[in-house]
T-cell receptor
């Protein structure tokens, strides 16, 4: 079955870049997702990348995809205290279905002033 | 639009009791899913639905039932609550099955004593 692995913790200083890494297992995944969860809240889709792309940039967010190594990363430029949250990497259970996702355990990002 | 709403926000049950977690969306989304979130485990898929009258099991369906009589509502029933079902439950919905945004509700925190 699918398995998604992430490091559990990341601590950065305000203004630095944050890089959160993820490995996945299903090479047939057509989309890969990054979600953000703030304390006490539900999940918010941050961005997603289609499997035929190597990189996607959206304002301060950059997603890099290495299909050969099944490695996905999320870079947050100029990290702010408001970026402190848990970040989840997710892949579809089968193909591109975004309603059946396998999530990583989440990376807790702490931004220090 | 209210988006995805969940009730109750918090519930305490005794072992063996039954209850229904409510989920509703007003975005006319066909796809809906239930996840549970446990510390250190990420989110795991319980059940999902691809449209009214159609449901299927996810990764951890045991002890839960669902039905989808309308597009808007997707209730999750706990048949006989167990302490292992103590968790935070999230409902999610999306319009399409691909990269379209999956919207999450705010969650229901359940404690089973």
């Amino acid at each position: 079955g699918e398995d998604v692995e992430q490091s559990l913790f990341l601590s950065v200083r305000e203004g630095d870049s944050s890089v959160i890494n993820c490995t996945y297992t299903d090479s047939s995944s057509t989309y890969l997702y990054w979600y953000k969860q703030e304390p006490g809240a539900g999940l918010q889709l941050l961005t997603y990348i289609f499997s035929n792309m190597d990189m996607k940039q959206d304002q301060r967010l950059t997603v890099l995809l290495n299909k050969k190594d099944k490695h996905l990363s999320l870079r947050i430029a100029d990290t702010q205290t408001g970026d402190s949250a848990i970040y989840f990497c997710a892949e579809p259970n089968s193909g591109g279905s975004n309603y059946k996702l396998t999530f990583g355990k989440g990376t807790l990002l702490t931004v220090n002033p | 639009n209210a988006g995805v709403t969940q009730t109750p926000k918090f519930q305490v049950l005794k072992t063996g009791q039954s209850m229904t977690l409510q989920c509703a969306q007003d975005m006319n989304h066909e796809y809906m899913s239930w996840y549970r979130q446990d510390p250190g485990m990420g989110l795991r898929l319980i059940h999902y639905s691809v449209g009214a009258g159609i449901t299927d099991q996810g990764e951890v369906p045991n002890g839960y039932n669902v039905s989808r009589s309308t597009t808007e509502d997707f209730p999750l029933r706990l048949l006989s609550a167990a302490p292992s079902q103590t968790s935070v439950y999230f409902c999610a919905s999306s319009y399409g099955a691909g990269g379209e945004t999956q919207y999450f509700g705010p969650g229901t925190r359940l404690l089973v004593l």
